[in-house]
């Protein structure tokens, strides 16, 4: 059609040749319009199919010289490797250190046990026992030599007062340190804790344990005028000897006593260096 057109066209219309092409071109827009609707379509249509393929080219040109593969990557993640890499590291890192403080901790353990192995064991002593005031020390008791009177009740009652009791003697040393502590006189008496209140002959410790063997005198206990309760005598006679110095007496009568406490040494723990 296209052709037809032309030859058509060419068949009324004188073409000129020459040097002018100002005029040439004028002429030429002058038939293009004077073609008809037909021939300025065909020329649009050319011309945007030009565009176009310019463009295919332009866009085809650029991917090409896009760096593929080696290239260098988008920034976000350049940056997620380089959080990665940190990571790792830091993980690294922790892990070492846990092995360095795990190898110390088990180098201390050792050496405590070897210290704990190797300890000497604790001294223990045991602090002086110390009597009250007017109260006198022997073995690990304390006790008073009264200088009031009581009868052999009141004289419990008081003694158990002050966290004792009447005195209870089972030894000879015993006896004789209480003895000697007593003063010199025409008939001095002192109330200790012997008793066959409950059963006659039945002579019994103010704890309720019998009494075996004992330090009488020569014919006592004698029970002369219902004597239940013992005491001792110290005379000025030097014949006396402490180890035969019980008597029994009634225990309504007033007679100083002695009292006893036994006492419990504290400890002390030192540790050795």
Same mark, same amino acid.
């Given at each position: 059609?296209?052709? %037809? ?12 040749? /020459?040097?002018?092409? /100002? ?7 002058? !038939? ?17 199919? #030009? ?14 010289? @896009?760096?593929?593969? /080696? ?11 380089? =959080?990665?890499?940190?990571?790792? #590291? ?7 250190? @846990?092995? $360095?403080?795990?190898?110390? $901790?088990?180098?201390?353990?050792? %050496?405590?046990? #070897? @210290?704990?192995?190797?300890? #000497?064991?604790? &001294? ?7 009597? *009250? ?14 200088? =009031? ?6 004289? %419990? ?52 344990? *019998? ?10 206990? =004698? ?9 001792? &005598? @110290?005379?000025? &006679?030097?014949? !006396?000897? *402490? ?6 007496? *009634? ?23």
């Amino acid at each position: 059609m296209y052709s %037809k057109l032309i030859d058509t066209e060419a068949g009324h219309e004188e073409v000129h040749h /020459g040097p002018d092409v /100002g005029h040439s071109a004028v002429g030429l827009i002058q !038939r293009l319009s004077a073609a008809g609707p037909y021939r300025l379509a065909t020329i649009c249509l050319a011309a945007l199919c #030009a565009i176009l393929l310019i463009s295919i080219i332009a866009v085809t040109a650029q991917y090409k010289n @896009k760096p593929q593969g /080696g290239g260098e990557a988008p920034l976000w993640k350049q940056t997620q490797e380089v =959080n990665v890499s940190t990571l790792t #590291a830091t993980i690294n890192q922790l892990k070492q250190e @846990k092995e $360095r403080l795990q190898k110390e $901790r088990d180098y201390l353990q050792a %050496k405590l046990a #070897a @210290k704990v192995a190797t300890k #000497a064991p604790a &001294v223990v002593t045991l602090a002086p026992i110390t009597c *009250p005031n007017d109260w006198h020390l022997f073995n690990n008791s304390c006790y008073l030599i009264s200088r =009031n009177s009581r009868d052999w009740p009141e004289s %419990k009652s008081f003694c158990e007062s002050q966290g004792a009791h009447l005195a209870i003697i089972h030894t000879a040393e015993e006896q004789t340190f209480l003895w000697n502590l007593l003063p010199r006189g025409h008939w001095n008496s002192y109330w200790f804790g012997i008793t066959d209140g409950e059963t006659e002959d039945e002579w019994k410790w103010v704890d309720g344990t *019998p009494v075996i063997g004992g330090f009488w005198e020569v014919g006592e206990p =004698n029970n002369h005028i219902n004597e239940d309760c013992g005491y001792i &005598v @110290k005379t000025r &006679v030097l014949e !006396r000897v *402490p180890i035969r110095s019980w008597y029994d007496a *009634p225990c309504h009568m007033y007679l100083p006593f002695i009292c006893e406490k036994e006492m419990v040494a504290s400890a002390s723990t030192a540790m050795p260096h």
